[in-house]
């Protein structure tokens, strides 16, 4: 069975242009989560979905970031008007299931955001 | 949300029993203790997890004493391919409602040589 999967692997773009970067978890998996790293830094939790809700946005570190996950799948985060301090490794990771229990996670590759 | 400390780095060598302690102070009644590793571009990889007390799995241990406050990850006879980061994560168990808010630590280099 496929992984999650992260897509693009690597993105390049300009200080004030929008990113749109995407998540496929596992099939099955109701809960998703997104983080943030930047180099040798540990995990930055951005938000986590239960099927498509979002209970809790307080991770996000701005109002430019925002995500939405359609149809209890793929999940899509979205940088607005990227600033130069965005660029880290993006990672997406899903569980069997959550909020009513802790489940382990299965991280996807990541995507690589370069804001220049 | 509790919080974790671990050592920023470790060094060990082929063959060695390798102990990486992690510090949760304020670990609350429901929270378990999961411990992850990390290569190199590459997204983290669910290692052990536990409660209380000791927990075995084909490749470490997880020792955890009474009180909670600490969890040791134990790598017997670890390989050069064991080199990674190893992180420690607090988490919620059981009906945590809406708050999946979940805080990692920075994690610990460790590597292992030849």
């Known amino acids: 069975g496929a992984g999650v999967s992260q897509s693009p692997s690597n993105k390049v773009t300009e200080k004030g242009k929008d990113v749109e970067l995407r998540c496929d978890p596992i099939?099955?998996?109701?809960?998703l989560y997104w983080y943030r790293q930047s180099l040798g830094q540990g995990l930055e939790f951005l938000i986590y979905?239960?099927?498509?809700?979002?209970?809790?946005k307080s991770g996000l570190p701005s109002d430019r970031f925002s995500a939405e996950r359609t149809g209890g799948s793929v999940s899509t985060l979205t940088i607005q008007r990227t600033q130069q301090e965005d660029s880290a490794v993006y990672l997406c990771?899903?569980?069997?299931?959550?909020?009513?229990?802790?489940?382990?996670?299965?991280f996807g590759p990541g995507t690589r955001l370069t804001v220049l | 949300l509790a919080k974790t400390t671990q050592p920023i780095s470790m060094d060990s060598y082929e063959g060695q029993e390798v102990n990486i302690t992690c510090s949760h102070n304020n670990i609350a009644t429901n929270d378990y203790i999961t411990w992850y590793q990390q290569f190199p571009s590459q997204g983290p990889r669910f290692i052990i997890q536990?409660?209380?007390?000791?927990v075995t799995n084909e490749v470490a241990s997880l020792f955890i004493p009474a009180d909670r406050k600490s969890s040791t990850l134990s790598l017997p006879r670890v390989s050069l391919s064991d080199t990674a980061v190893y992180y420690c994560l607090v988490a919620p168990w059981g009906n945590a409602g809406n708050n999946r808010k979940l805080i990692w630590g920075l994690g610990t280099s460790l590597a292992v040589n030849p």
């Open positions: 536990g409660y209380k007390t000791k």
């Open positions: 990771a899903s569980s069997l299931r959550g909020g009513s229990s802790y489940n382990e996670q299965f």
């Open positions: 979905f239960q099927g498509n809700s979002a209970p809790d």
């Open positions: 099939s099955g998996h109701t809960a």
